[in-house]
């Protein structure tokens, strides 16, 4: 049986290996995949098997972050800084073994940027390459000088382009594993409780709830089955930050669930996940696998006495199940439908059972919460929401991909430095939290995020997507959009919900499609007061929050579309 | 019980491996319609009542499931799946004129095969490959950055 003892020499024996040697990452999330990342894999390797070069080393990691520009590939020499190449295909990235491993010649038309994330402080500091890092000449912007990187705050996603997800080595030796034995160990339930609420940690999900308040909850019930759950059923369109923490960090979502289960009391966790993200399901079923061969997950974990287990569940395709009852519902085997609250699950959840259900970013960050502390976790963020919160990202902007900054930085940071609008587009508005969220107009764009302040302005926080959207879209099409998606998903339990989708979308097209009139505007508003106050569960509740948002800041767009069509009539 | 034409004794024998495996648990029943419609490709009622007797649980619990989540298809696809992502991203990208363009092509609304069992088409939520929006998934292939014009070539490869 593996002990805390050979946790630790284990990440002794990774951290002492600091071998100065070529090392070639090849980043292969989703997105990379899909742009073409397996072909330069295979001609990397090919070539480094051809010239016999068994001194350099191929590391595949998930997300670099940056999916716009994939697929990318970070080259790094002995003694040298790194760089990391975008939009590369097989020739160009044989070009790249020929020049800038077998010549120390860097291509400056292909690079991205020199040095690699992990590096960003200590970069800042220098002006330039870490201690021990000589420069690569070229005209190569350096990594802390383009904003897609140097604004972020990265911590959940604190390994990402550097590890191999499907190493647990490599995780141990980024100090994985190590907040589980310090809470396994060191701590109470009680300990891990109060650390958590300390902190501030609310609920990534959208909904932001204090975490260490649910876990009280949940610990204070009595019984001796409860369950640890995982929300990894990221429906909302438009947002893919925890595919991207489950591929490319699967242990730290483990590690979490672990903790979790600590505090609380759980035997047995499960992660939901949904069945449009097989990589992220084939990584996480690796990682629990690896986990419970260093009996790190199963009876008596590292011989403390503490038993837990879990596994992943794959959802069927239903958007209503990341609703929590739902989901419930449906790790039982029934249909994903929801039912009133209270109960609520930390009393009465899976199979009736004490249970709590966490977000996949909300459980990554409790590791570094352990390990670092409260106060640390405080120092970014805003006083009522600490920590930072990753974004996906996309619509018509050049950098698209997953950025995490602190919570209460600007809408206008994300967009327009870090996203950059695409040339020739025209912002319009960045919607935040998909189906169930509004837009920001650009009038707005200093809207800081945070839970409070993006409320007040009709958007919310949402799961983490942002999209941005040109003039090419009218408020009204917006809207249109959103309510089919909600009609189409609404699970037909609840009346407001399964009939008040559909008249709103039948309104909405009626609008659009020139047959409406001022009339059904204010039928529209009424309608969408009704299913607020009476649907059963957030997401019909919600879904309003498009059509109000958009009747809010484009009103006239509405109007517009009325009066044409009533002049046409005429 | 009676033996289901529609399927090869081979293709049963799977099914009925995977239901001994899977045993009477109500809660396993998802993953076990998962696996099912593997083999199979397509869950018809027939099907269902085969798995209800089976298993116990009863034909109208597997038929409430079996229709409320968009995995499951009672009716056969066609030879090639193609999903369409409706995305936020891939819609302000502009995945609605692909839309257009297939539904005329070939004559044929989402959800539904060509005649010449070719082609499925489906509209898919969104794949989380937002940065390649507009983005199509061909027998779970994901091809990025759609247009109009790749949208014959990729097709064409399917035959």
């Known amino acids: ?179 589980v034995i310090k809470a396994l160990t060191e701590m109470s339930s009680e300990d891990i409780i109060n650390e958590v609420l300390t902190s501030g940690l609310r609920g990534r999900g959208g909904a932001g709830f204090p975490i260490g308040l649910k876990w009280k909850f949940a610990h204070a019930e009595s019984g001796d089955v409860k369950y640890m759950l995982c929300n990894a059923d990221e429906g909302d369109p438009g947002a893919y930050m925890d595919r991207n923490v489950m591929e490319s960090d699967p242990h730290s979502l483990i590690e979490g669930m672990i903790i979790g289960a600590k505090a609380i009391n759980a035997t047995q966790g499960y992660i939901y996940c949904r069945a449009e993200y097989p990589l992220a399901i084939e990584n996480l079923n690796k990682a629990i696998k690896q986990a419970r061969a260093l009996n790190l997950l199963g009876e008596n974990i590292l011989g403390t006495g503490f038993s837990f287990d879990m596994s992943v569940y794959e959802g069927a395709g239903a958007f ?172 037909g339990k609840c009346l407001p919900g399964r009939e008040g989708t559909k008249q709103m979308l039948f309104l909405l097209n009626k609008i659009s499609d020139g047959t409406g009139s001022e009339d059904d505007i204010r039928k529209l508003e009424a309608l969408c007061d009704v299913v607020k106050k009476t649907a059963l569960c957030a997401l019909c509740k919600t879904a309003v929050n498009p059509v109000l948002s958009t009747l809010r800041y484009f009103r006239d767009e509405y109007m517009n579309s009325v009066h044409t069509n009533e002049l046409e009539r005429a | 019980m009676e033996k289901l034409s529609e399927f090869t004794d081979e293709q049963m024998q799977q099914v009925d491996k995977l239901i001994e495996a899977s045993g009477t648990n109500p809660s396993g029943l998802i993953p076990l319609l998962e696996k099912t419609q593997g083999i199979l490709g397509y869950l018809p009622p027939s099907i269902q009542q085969y798995i209800s007797e089976k298993t116990k649980i009863s034909a109208n619990r597997i038929y409430g499931v079996v229709t409320f989540y968009s995995y499951f298809t009672t009716k056969p696809r066609a030879r090639h799946r193609v999903q369409l992502c409706l995305g936020t991203a891939c819609y302000v990208k502009g995945s609605d004129a692909l839309v257009e363009k297939i539904e005329k092509d070939f004559n044929i609304t989402f959800g539904n095969s060509t005649e010449d069992g070719r082609f499925t088409f489906e509209k898919a939520r969104c794949v989380g490959a937002c940065g390649l929006a507009p983005v199509m998934l061909v027998d779970g292939k994901v091809y990025g950055k759609m247009t109009v014009e790749s949208l014959d070539k990729i097709l064409n490869e399917y035959e």
């Open chain 1, 1 to 179: 049986m593996k002990t805390v003892e050979d946790i630790n020499k284990m990440r002794q024996d990774m951290v002492s290996k600091t071998d100065d040697k070529t090392v070639i990452y090849v980043h292969l999330g989703t997105c990379g995949i899909a742009s073409g990342a397996m072909p330069v894999l295979n001609a990397l390797k090919k070539k480094i098997k051809e010239e016999k070069r068994s001194d350099i080393e191929l590391v595949t990691t998930g997300c670099a972050g940056i999916c716009s520009m994939e697929p990318l590939i970070t080259v790094k020499t002995a003694g040298y800084e790194p760089v990391i190449y975008k939009l590369m295909d097989e020739e160009k990235a044989l070009e790249v073994f020929e020049s800038h491993i077998k010549n120390g010649v860097a291509i400056e038309d292909y690079a991205l940027a020199r040095g690699m994330e992990y590096q960003l402080k200590e970069r800042a500091l220098n002006k330039g390459p870490v201690s021990g890092e000589k420069k690569m000449e070229g005209n190569i912007p350096g990594i802390e000088e383009i904003p897609f990187f140097s604004l972020q705050e990265v911590r959940v996603m604190h390994n990402r382009g550097l590890m191999d997800p499907g190493k647990i080595k490599d995780y141990i030796g980024r100090d994985g594993y190590q907040a």
């Open chain 1, 320 to 491: 209503v199940c990341g609703e929590e009852t739902a989901l419930m519902r449906s790790l039982e085997g029934k249909r994903g439908n929801p039912r009133p609250k209270p109960p609520f699950p930390v009393k009465a959840g899976l199979w009736e059972k004490p249970t709590v259900l966490n977000n996949v970013e909300t459980l990554a960050n409790i590791s570094q919460i352990i390990l670092k502390g409260a106060t640390w976790f405080r120092e970014k963020g805003t006083v009522k929401s600490p920590g930072t919160k990753i974004f996906s990202i996309t619509g018509d902007i050049d950098n698209v991909g997953c950025v995490e900054v602190p919570i209460g930085t600007p809408v206008e940071v994300i967009v327009n430095q870090i996203g950059s609008v695409s040339k020739g587009k025209n912002l319009k508005a960045v919607q935040l939290g998909g189906p169930s969220g509004g837009c920001i107009p650009k009038q707005h764009l200093d809207v800081a995020v945070d839970y409070e302040t993006l409320q007040e302005y009709g958007a919310i926080m949402g799961s983490g997507g942002m999209i941005v959207m040109s003039d090419d879209k009218t408020g009204v099409e917006i809207a249109k959009f959103f309510m089919e998606f909600c009609k189409d998903e609404a699970c």
